[in-house]
C-alpha cells in the first residue's frame, strides 16, 4: 500500500495559514470519527487520541437540522471549531457547508475545498470565507496522508475532475474528496470510511485500502444513505471486506429525519455481515448530538 | 418522487400553503440565483473576466467585487414542484429539465393551493436580509438558457476567485490512484437530461441550486399581478 498512498504535506506561501496538518501532526495518534447528528447532511470531526478535534470533514445539516433558532454561539458550541482547524469540504453541495454561516467560528477557521461548478449561494459562501483554498484539479486523483505521532493517518483524495466545460453536466458527488482514517496496528492495520456524498466503488482510495488488507471499523454511508447509482459497486466491495475483530462494523447514515429523498437505503450494506447500523435521527430521541467512531 | 409525510424547505418551515399536489407523489427541484433584471447590474459590479483570473491581485479584486454584490443582490433559493402522478408533467419536466444548466423561469405570485406546478421562493439564511418577495406562487415558463446566454453566469458565479492550495508533492514525488472514468458524461445530444430517478433525487439537492429569479420593475403596488421571471442551472 505505501507504494501507492503518497505522503504530502502543506506548505507555500499561499497556505501558510493551513494549520491543521500541524494539528494531526502534534496528536498522539487518531482515535476516530464523530459524525454529529446535523439533519440531512454531513458534519463530522477527526479526533485526537484525547478526544479533540484535528479537522473538521464538512459543516452542513439542512432539512430537520438541530440549528434553527439557535444563536451563533450556540452553534460554535454544539459543532466546535477551534481557531487552528482546517475544515476540508467534501464537495459544494449546500447540506455540506450550510450550518458554518449560522456560527463564527468554521468562517474563522481555514478550508481546503474541492474546485467545483457550484452554486450562486455557495459562490456567495465561499466570498466569506477569508482562508479558503482550492484543491488544485492537477491534483486529482492523487492520494494525500497527514500522520499522527504513532502512525495513525487522514488519507483522502479528490477523485475526480470538475467538468470542463459547460455542455458536461458535472455531479459533483462524484467529482469532491473522499477521506479514510487509517491506523496501522495489527497486520495491514483498520480503516474508517468517510466518503462524503461518493459511492464507495468510485473512490480508488477505498479500493486501495481494501486491496492492502486492512479491516473495516466503521464507515459512513454516502450520500446520507442514497441507493443511486442503482448498482451493486458497494455492496461488491463490502462483500469481502473484513470487519475489524473486536466488535461490528459501525455504519452511520447521516440524514433528516422524514426528508423527502427517501434516505437511507440501509439495503446497500447488507453484504456487510458484521454490522451495528446507526442512524442520526435516532441520535436525537435519546439526546446524543453525536456518534463516535472509534479504532479499537 | 416520494410520498410526502413532511415537506419542509430549509429554514422555511413547513410549506404554508400547502399545495393540494403535495398530497400525492411530487419531485421537487431546488434552485437558487439572483433576479435577472438585477444582474446586468451585478456584472457590472464584479465585471467579467473571459480570459479567466489568475492573479492574486485578480483574485482579491473579484472577492472583493462579489462581496460588495452579494449585500446589494439577495440570492434567494427558489422550491418548484412537479407532481410525480401526471404523466403529463413528468413529460414537461423531462423536457425542459437538464442538469448543470441555467434556466429562465417564468413566475406568477399568488395562490397555490390547486397549482399545477407551484413554486416558493424566500432567502432561509440566518442573518441575511429578508428576501422582500419572499412568497408563493406559480410556474409559467421554464427555459433551459443557451451556452452563449450562459457564459456570463459562469463566469460571475464561480470560484476563480478562490487560489488553489499550495499541496506540495514531498520528495516521494507524485503518486497515487489515477482519478476514475468519468461515467456521467453528456447523453448524444451532448447534454445530461433528467431521465432517472437518481437524477430527480439530484434535482431536489443543491447541485441545481443555480437559479436566477427575476422580476420585472414593477412597483409594489403592481407586484401582485406581475409576471416573474427566473434564470436557473
Redesign the interface.
Given at each position: 500500500m505505501s507504494g501507492k498512498l503518497e505522503r504530502a504535506r502543506i506548505g507555500g506561501a499561499d497556505v501558510a495559514t493551513i494549520k491543521a496538518p500541524t494539528a494531526v501532526a502534534r496528536a498522539q495518534g487518531i482515535s476516530g470519527a464523530r459524525i454529529y447528528d446535523v439533519g440531512q447532511g454531513d458534519a463530522i470531526a477527526i479526533l485526537n487520541e484525547a478526544g479533540g478535534t484535528i479537522l473538521q470533514l464538512d459543516y452542513g445539516g439542512r432539512q430537520d437540522n438541530p440549528f434553527e433558532g439557535k444563536s451563533h454561539v450556540e452553534v460554535d458550541q454544539m459543532l466546535p471549531v477551534s481557531t487552528d482547524a482546517l475544515v476540508m469540504m467534501t464537495h459544494w453541495d449546500e447540506d455540506h457547508w450550510s450550518t458554518a454561516p449560522k456560527g463564527d467560528a468554521a468562517k474563522a477557521a481555514n478550508w481546503l475545498v474541492p474546485r467545483q461548478v457550484t452554486s450562486p449561494r455557495a459562490v456567495r459562501f465561499a466570498t466569506e470565507l477569508a482562508k479558503v483554498r482550492c484543491i488544485p484539479e492537477a491534483l486529482v486523483g492523487r492520494v494525500f496522508e497527514y500522520s499522527a505521532q504513532n502512525g495513525d493517518a487522514i488519507l483522502w483524495q479528490k477523485i475526480a475532475k470538475s467538468s470542463p466545460s459547460p455542455s458536461i453536466h458535472e455531479n459533483c458527488n462524484r467529482t469532491g474528496v473522499a477521506a479514510a482514517l487509517l491506523r496501522r496496528s495489527g497486520g495491514a492495520g483498520q480503516v474508517i470510511l468517510l466518503p462524503g456524498d461518493a459511492p464507495f466503488d468510485e473512490v480508488p482510495l477505498f479500493d486501495d485500502l481494501r486491496s492492502a488488507g486492512t479491516t473495516l471499523t466503521g464507515l459512513v454511508a454516502y450520500h446520507h444513505g442514497s441507493k443511486y447509482p442503482l448498482r451493486n459497486g458497494t455492496r461488491a466491495l463490502f462483500r469481502d471486506w473484513p470487519v475489524t475483530p473486536g466488535g461490528p462494523c459501525d455504519i452511520v447514515f447521516s440524514y433528516g429525519a422524514e426528508n423527502s429523498y427517501g434516505h437511507p437505503h440501509r439495503d446497500r450494506y447488507d453484504t456487510l455481515t458484521t454490522r451495528r447500523e446507526v442512524a442520526t435521527p435516532d441520535l436525537r430521541t435519546t439526546k446524543a448530538p453525536y456518534h463516535d467512531i472509534l479504532f479499537r | 418522487m416520494?410520498p410526502?409525510?413532511?415537506?419542509?424547505a430549509?429554514?422555511l418551515g413547513v410549506l404554508r400553503p400547502r399545495p393540494t399536489l403535495l398530497a400525492g407523489k411530487f419531485v421537487?427541484a431546488r434552485f437558487?440565483?439572483?433576479r435577472a433584471s438585477l444582474f446586468d447590474e451585478m456584472k457590472d459590479i464584479v465585471g467579467l473576466s473571459p480570459d479567466g483570473i489568475r492573479s492574486a491581485a485578480q483574485r482579491r479584486q473579484r472577492?472583493a467585487a462579489?462581496?460588495e454584490a452579494?449585500k446589494r443582490f439577495p440570492?434567494p433559493?427558489i422550491d418548484l414542484f412537479w407532481s410525480g402522478d401526471d404523466p403529463a408533467a413528468r413529460r414537461r419536466r423531462e423536457r425542459t429539465m437538464?442538469?448543470?444548466?441555467w434556466f429562465q423561469l417564468d413566475l406568477s405570485p399568488g395562490d397555490v393551493l390547486d397549482a399545477r406546478e407551484p413554486v416558493f421562493i424566500g432567502e432561509p439564511?440566518?442573518?441575511r436580509p429578508a428576501e422582500p418577495e419572499f412568497e408563493s406562487g406559480r410556474l409559467l415558463g421554464l427555459r433551459a438558457l443557451s451556452?452563449r446566454e450562459?457564459?456570463p453566469l459562469?463566469d460571475i458565479?464561480?470560484?476563480a476567485?478562490?487560489?488553489?492550495?499550495?499541496?506540495?508533492?514531498?520528495p516521494?514525488g507524485?503518486?497515487?490512484?489515477?482519478?476514475?472514468d468519468?461515467d456521467?458524461?453528456?447523453d448524444s445530444n451532448?447534454?445530461?437530461v433528467v431521465t432517472s430517478?437518481?437524477q430527480e433525487?439530484?434535482l431536489?439537492?443543491?447541485?441545481?441550486?443555480?437559479?436566477?429569479p427575476t422580476y420585472s420593475g414593477r412597483t409594489a403596488t403592481q407586484r401582485r399581478e406581475q409576471q416573474h421571471v427566473t434564470i436557473s442551472r
Open positions: - | 416520494y410526502d409525510t413532511a415537506v419542509e430549509p429554514g421537487r437558487s440565483g439572483i472577492r462579489l462581496q452579494f440570492v433559493v437538464r442538469l448543470n444548466h439564511d440566518v442573518g451556452q450562459e457564459e459562469r458565479f464561480s470560484l476567485h478562490v487560489p488553489d492550495a499550495d499541496l506540495d508533492d514531498g516521494e507524485p503518486a497515487g490512484a489515477p482519478p476514475p468519468d456521467d458524461g453528456p451532448g447534454v445530461a430517478e437518481e433525487e439530484q431536489a439537492q443543491s447541485e441545481l441550486e443555480r437559479v436566477r
